[in-house]
């Protein structure tokens, strides 16, 4: 995206832009830790003999993964299209579309996890913690995102 926007934007307006990627990406994150962290607080699911069935968080995963490509896709084109049309005043717009695009993904790959332990899958099958991948991708999209920004600030 175009830092030279960034470079006319107030500083305000920056610190307010660096503010919000990182409530994104730190409530992405926290849930991303409880969605983990729940089904082993909880008890999860009771203990059988039976190897619980996957095929809903399978189907979910999948759907996960296919939204998480189309998101990443996304948020490499889309703002930086936005951006050859934006000004100094709404030059936050593209990087704020560019965190909203993965932090849905990220949102929806932690709900997956979360629903994997309740059910009992996890222990079994640990492949879907991949589902939290997403949320990795959000918050370095986020870091870094904010540190350019913050070089772009310093004029560097």
Excluded: C
């Amino acid at each position: 995206m175009r830092n030279d926007l960034v470079a006319t934007m107030e500083p305000d307006k920056l610190k307010a832009l660096r503010l919000i990627g990182f409530a994104l990406a730190g409530g992405a994150a926290m849930f991303a830790v409880v969605a983990t962290a729940l089904p082993f607080l909880s008890g999860g699911a009771p203990p059988t003999d039976e190897v619980p069935d996957a095929g809903l968080i399978q189907l979910l995963s999948m759907v996960h993964a296919f939204l998480f490509m189309s998101g990443l896709i996304m948020a490499t084109v889309v703002p930086s299209a936005i951006a050859k049309n934006v000004t100094p005043q709404n030059a936050q717009a593209p990087y704020v579309l560019r965190w909203a695009m993965v932090e849905g993904a990220a949102l929806f790959g932690s709900v997956i996890v979360l629903l994997a332990g309740l059910k009992g899958v996890l222990p079994a099958q640990p492949e879907y913690y991949a589902n939290l991948l997403s949320t990795v991708a959000m918050v370095s999209f986020v870091l870094t995102d904010t540190g350019r920004l913050a070089d772009a600030a310093k004029g560097g």
